[in-house]
């Protein structure tokens, strides 16, 4: 089982440009979320999805959107990159139950230059 | 709005000593996790403490939860080099219904055991 995969792993972007970090898990969880690490900052949920069909705003959403494509698949795009999102990106699942640990990815280095 | 903080930020301490971190949180909560980084990694799950009076251990790390106070502890005992790591505490926010709950997280405790 590979758990919770992420790609890209490392991707530069200009200012304005587009993309989307891609999140898939194997793990049957119900819930995905995505956070971004900054250096001091701890983790920040950008958005949420508790089930497959919805998606939630968390703390930092501004300049990001995102898809649950289905169970495994949680993606999240940037229209139009700027240099504030220079950051780590994270992906992690839970079953959504008590004790719902969360799992996380290996992350997803993104500079914004 | 649910705030974590952890103290220290940063520890520094020789191999054989123990110590704890300490994890206040803002607001009602009885579900708690910790997590262990090393640089350049992923987060890795080390103790969920579900209730008051919650005590977890694991080799020289033990984590304790105090609802009351809503203070959680991590101590680690007779240090060693390879805990050396950011630890990071995680509340859940029980705000945001359902029954899949977000966390907020503390802003890590940066642990480096020194020879």
């Not at chain 1, 992420?6 to 119900?30: E, I, R, W």
């Not at chain 1, 690490?37 to 968390?58: F, H």
């Not at chain 2, 251990?57 to 080099?81: C, P, W, Y």
């Amino acid at each position: 089982n590979a758990g919770v995969t992420q790609t890209p792993k490392f991707q530069v972007l200009k200012t304005g440009q587009s993309m989307t970090l891609q999140c898939a898990q194997d793990m049957n969880h119900n819930s995905m979320y995505w956070y971004r690490q900054d250096p001091g900052m701890g983790l920040r949920l950008i958005y949420y999805s508790a089930s497959e069909g919805t998606t939630d705003k968390g703390e930092v959403p501004n300049g990001y959107n995102v898809s649950r494509l289905n169970k495994r698949e949680f993606s999240l795009r940037l229209e139009s990159a700027a240099p504030s999102q220079t950051s780590v990106y994270f992906c992690a699942t839970s079953y959504g139950l008590p004790a719902y640990e969360q799992y996380f990815g290996p992350g997803t280095r993104l500079t914004v230059t | 709005e649910l705030k974590v903080e952890q103290n220290p930020l940063f520890l520094s301490m020789q191999e054989g000593k123990n110590y704890t971190i300490y994890c206040n949180y803002s607001t009602t909560s009885d579900r708690l996790y910790w997590y262990r980084q090393d640089p350049g990694k992923s987060l890795e799950s080390l103790f969920v403490l579900l209730s008051n009076g919650a005590v977890k251990q694991e080799g020289r790390l033990m984590a304790s939860l105090d609802t009351k106070a809503r203070l959680s502890t991590l101590h680690i005992t007779a240090a060693v080099h390879d805990l050396s790591a950011t630890y990071f505490c995680a509340v859940d926010d029980k705000k945001s219904g359902g029954s899949n709950y977000k966390l907020t997280f503390g802003k890590g405790t940066l642990l480096t055991v020194n020879p």
